[in-house]
């Protein structure tokens, strides 16, 4: 019932950039901290960036000063805003939310990742 799915991934040349989107739905109240990880070909999964409840943002090292991750006001939708991007961050990013339910309870849910290749 309660799902996340990413979207806005896509093939993008150095340099460029892209905006990923993760959308809640299914009975949800809002997402609580959200985070977004990433695997890329041959790798295992990493972190990428992270929001918490009240707004504040953390990122993996090689990725600062380039993406910017976000909620938006209703916090049923979270973005990975990607700039810069290079070869190396190639992979498919998946979007991971606590996310509080109508009912009450609070779930951890994954999206199904969207593709980002970054090529010339």
């Known amino acids: 019932q309660v799902q996340l799915v990413e979207s806005g991934g896509g093939l993008v040349q150095p340099g460029g950039s892209l905006r990923l989107s993760c959308a809640a739905s299914?009975?949800?109240?809002?997402?609580?901290?959200m985070n977004w990880y990433r695997q890329g070909p041959g790798k295992e999964r990493e972190y990428v960036a992270s929001?918490?409840?009240?707004?504040?943002?953390n990122y993996r090292d090689s990725v600062k000063g380039r993406f910017t991750i976000s909620k938006d006001i209703t916090n049923k939708r979270g973005f990975l805003q990607m700039n810069s991007l290079q070869p190396e961050d190639t992979a498919v990013y998946s979007c991971?939310?606590?996310?509080?339910?109508?009912?009450?309870?609070?779930?951890?849910?994954w999206g199904r990742g969207t593709q980002v290749t970054v090529s010339s």
């Open positions: 991971n939310a606590d996310i509080r339910t109508m009912t009450g309870s609070i779930l951890n849910s």
């Open positions: 929001i918490g409840t009240t707004g504040s943002t």
């Open positions: 299914g009975g949800i109240l809002r997402m609580n901290a």
